[in-house]
């Protein structure tokens, strides 16, 4: 039982290795060298207002310079760049993304995962997953730390890629494809305060001119109960 145990952990940390060996080389490849440039950052500023709804969102939030947020599975283009308050961007690769970008003074990226969040209970005031929870390996554990670590009565910011139906594993990437029955239920024990659905057209995609794709981005704006 033990000899299958190592196994199977074997493989978990190989598939594990594979997906953020796959992450870090898109973002190397095609979006850091992009992102760095102030324009791009303007036009991702604009796919958020556009298309995340940020403005609705800041409206509810109303963060400001003591706000604390968190950003789970932040990348390189997080959504901190555009946010007040002390903020927090947490990845698995994060040490390495800083090899290839250099984040803003004024927000701390930090490596983890979403499924064992480091830190106390309730202490973010305001917690974002923006196209994260398909990354996961256990997207029902990462939605358990992420209301853990958001304080009672705290907003939670959930956006996904939305499928008609369950593709299972596309890419190493991707080890999820989120229906939208399967979102809700991962969210269900949170307050809903709004849901928004978006054309699916992705950052990169939007910023080079290219047309959506057939899927719907949900964008979810939550209360921690």
């Not at 229906?179 to 991962?186: I, N, S």
Request: hydrophobic share 35%.
């Amino acid at each position: 039982m033990k000899a299958v145990q190592r196994i199977r952990h074997a493989i978990a940390r190989l598939t594990a290795r594979e997906k953020e060996d796959w992450e870090f080389e898109w973002q190397r490849i095609h979006w850091a060298p992009l992102f760095a440039e102030t324009q791009v950052q303007a036009r991702v500023l604009d796919y958020w207002r556009t298309h995340r709804f940020l403005d609705e969102i800041l409206a509810f939030v109303e963060p400001g310079p003591d706000t604390t947020i968190l950003d789970v599975g932040c990348g390189i283009s997080t959504v901190l760049h555009f946010l007040p308050g002390m903020r927090i961007g947490l990845d698995p690769i994060a040490h390495r993304y800083e090899s290839i970008y250099e984040y803003p003074e004024d927000i701390r990226i930090i490596s983890g995962y979403g499924e064992d969040l480091p830190f106390d209970d309730g202490v973010f005031d305001l917690v974002t997953c923006s196209n994260c929870i398909d990354h996961t390996q256990d997207p029902q554990k990462t939605v358990a730390e992420v209301a853990r670590v958001a304080r009672p009565g705290g907003s939670i910011v959930i956006t996904c890629e939305v499928f008609q139906e369950d593709r299972g594993r596309r890419n190493k990437g991707h080890p999820h494809s989120m229906t939208e029955r399967r979102l809700m239920d991962l969210v269900s024990p949170w307050s809903l305060r709004d849901h928004w659905v978006s054309p699916w057209i992705g950052l990169e995609r939007y910023v080079r001119g290219k047309s959506r794709t057939r899927q719907d981005e949900h964008i979810l704006l939550l209360t921690n109960r």
